[in-house]
């Protein structure tokens, strides 16, 4: 490489991490302003609590708390369709591991659910100094950094080919069903469906058009900005390549400020909204979500997004998080949240379903491995 060609790809380099930055502020306002608009408190956008919730709303859970179907997930996944069909980076495609991928999905949520939040939740969490998150924080490095030790190893998942466009097409198709469900309201016969949450969580939520703007906003930003809160972590400590979490630093802080404005920081380990002090155990939940995740490809968000963008092997992943939500709520397998009633923390399910993810994704991590000649994408 010419000096002249190092010196373009330096500028690119800074001008991609300045946007990126740029949108992570972007994003860590429109969560805060979401929150402020009526999601739960440290929780203007968690994409695995909110996949919990439109899961209760369908009926694959019946804990009455977490039932509502949030308009922000479809919208993210739609916003980052339109996103990906203006710039023509629709592209329809899959790989070999789908029943792997929903697995991973699976455990990824279970892991999510007992920190009771995921990599992006953790950020929010973070910015209102919630400082149960920083077991979560470590956690997350942990499972990433085991994530990278496996793909070092040679863990791979099967390269993707080109896919019909109908499949691309199939989870989007899902969401916008949903967006009508949720707009429209209908309720199925005797069932009631789509549930909703008279207390707790599941009540507080921003108005639809506000939900609806501010996720199709998020995800139109991530998809260009590449955005993954758990490849933040992964480029830093595999590539030393910080642009990603420069962004996720500006999501922090964007979102810091704005509740300095606003309202919203309580910096502390008790009274902590929907949180738990069970350090162990947010230690490990989220040791188990940023491994699967990471494993998996990206974070929940970044599973939206590229689903969005065509992807198969992302849809499966998505799939498996609803699964894993619903498993997580029928099961007793979630945290419960620290109250009047006890410190809170998972169960004795709940610390079983996260041992028994953790080996699932050890084990695929060793023994999946890429065959030689096989392509790393």
Same mark, same amino acid.
């Given at each position: 490489?010419?000096?002249?060609?190092?010196?373009?790809?330096?500028?690119?380099?800074?001008?991609?991490?300045?946007?990126?930055?740029?949108?992570?502020?972007?994003?860590?306002?429109?969560?805060?302003?979401?929150?402020?608009?009526?999601?739960?408190?440290?929780?203007?956008?968690?994409?695995?609590?909110?996949?919990?919730?439109?899961?209760?709303?369908?009926?694959?859970?019946?804990?009455?708390?977490?039932?509502?179907?949030?308009?922000?997930?479809?919208?993210?996944?739609?916003?980052?369709?339109?996103?990906?069909?203006?710039?023509?980076?629709?592209?329809?495609?899959?790989?070999?591991?789908?029943?792997?991928?929903?697995?991973?999905?699976?455990?990824?949520?279970?892991?999510?659910?007992?920190?009771?939040?995921?990599?992006?939740?953790?950020?929010?969490?973070?910015?209102?100094?919630?400082?149960?998150?920083?077991?979560?924080?470590?956690?997350?490095?942990?499972?990433?950094?085991?994530?990278?030790?496996?793909?070092?190893?040679?863990?791979?998942?099967?390269?993707?080919?080109?896919?019909?466009?109908?499949?691309?097409?199939?989870?989007?198709?899902?969401?916008?069903?949903?967006?009508?469900?949720?707009?429209?309201?209908?309720?199925?016969?005797?069932?009631?469906?789509?549930?909703?949450?008279?207390?707790?969580?599941?009540?507080?939520?921003?108005?639809?058009?506000?939900?609806?703007?501010?996720?199709?906003?998020?995800?139109?930003?991530?998809?260009?900005?590449?955005?993954?809160?758990?490849?933040?972590?992964?480029?830093?400590?595999?590539?030393?390549?910080?642009?990603?979490?420069?962004?996720? =630093?500006?999501?922090?802080? &964007? #979102? @810091?400020?704005?509740? $300095?404005? %606003?309202?919203?920081?309580?910096? !502390?380990? /008790? +009274?902590?909204?929907?949180?738990?002090?069970?350090?162990?155990?947010?230690?490990?939940?989220?040791?188990?979500?940023?491994?699967?995740?990471?494993?998996?490809?990206?974070?929940?968000?970044?599973?939206?997004?590229?689903?969005?963008?065509?992807?198969?092997?992302?849809?499966?992943?998505?799939? =498996?998080?609803?699964?894993? &939500? #619903? @498993?997580?709520?029928? $099961?007793? %397998?979630?945290?419960?949240?620290? !109250?009047? /009633? +006890?410190?809170?923390?998972?169960?004795?399910?709940?610390?079983?379903?996260?041992?028994?993810?953790?080996?699932?994704?050890?084990?695929?991590?060793?023994?999946?491995?890429?065959?030689?000649?096989?392509?790393?994408?």
């Amino acid at each position: 490489m010419g000096m002249g060609e190092a010196g373009v790809t330096a500028r690119s380099r800074r001008r991609f991490a300045l946007l990126t930055a740029a949108g992570g502020g972007l994003i860590g306002l429109v969560i805060v302003l979401l929150e402020k608009a009526g999601n739960p408190r440290n929780m203007g956008l968690c994409v695995s609590c909110f996949e919990r919730d439109i899961a209760g709303a369908l009926g694959m859970h019946r804990a009455a708390a977490v039932q509502y179907l949030r308009p922000e997930i479809p919208a993210m996944l739609l916003g980052a369709l339109l996103a990906a069909l203006l710039f023509g980076e629709f592209r329809p495609r899959w790989g070999p591991a789908a029943v792997v991928r929903f697995f991973l999905g699976v455990f990824a949520t279970v892991g999510a659910l007992v920190f009771l939040g995921c990599s992006w939740r953790l950020l929010v969490r973070l910015s209102a100094l919630d400082l149960n998150a920083l077991t979560g924080l470590a956690g997350l490095v942990a499972g990433v950094s085991a994530a990278v030790f496996f793909e070092r190893r040679g863990f791979h998942l099967g390269g993707t080919r080109p896919a019909p466009a109908f499949t691309g097409a199939i989870l989007p198709a899902v969401m916008v069903l949903l967006l009508l469900v949720a707009v429209l309201g209908p309720a199925f016969g005797d069932a009631g469906v789509p549930f909703s949450s008279v207390k707790g969580p599941g009540s507080q939520h921003a108005p639809l058009l506000i939900a609806l703007a501010g996720g199709a906003a998020i995800g139109f930003l991530a998809q260009r900005m590449r955005l993954c809160t758990v490849g933040a972590f992964r480029d830093s400590i595999a590539a030393r390549d910080f642009r990603l979490l420069g962004a996720a =630093g500006a999501i922090v802080a &964007a #979102a @810091f400020g704005a509740r $300095l404005v %606003l309202g919203g920081v309580d910096p !502390g380990f /008790a +009274g902590q909204p929907i949180s738990h002090a069970v350090h162990l155990w947010n230690f490990l939940g989220m040791a188990l979500a940023g491994l699967a995740f990471a494993l998996g490809g990206g974070c929940p968000g970044r599973q939206l997004v590229a689903a969005g963008e065509g992807s198969g092997d992302a849809a499966a992943f998505v799939g =498996g998080c609803f699964a894993g &939500a #619903a @498993f997580a709520h029928n $099961l007793a %397998l979630a945290a419960a949240p620290a !109250g009047p /009633a +006890g410190p809170g923390g998972p169960g004795p399910w709940g610390q079983a379903a996260v041992v028994a993810g953790l080996l699932f994704c050890v084990a695929a991590g060793l023994l999946l491995r890429r065959r030689a000649g096989e392509p790393a994408d």
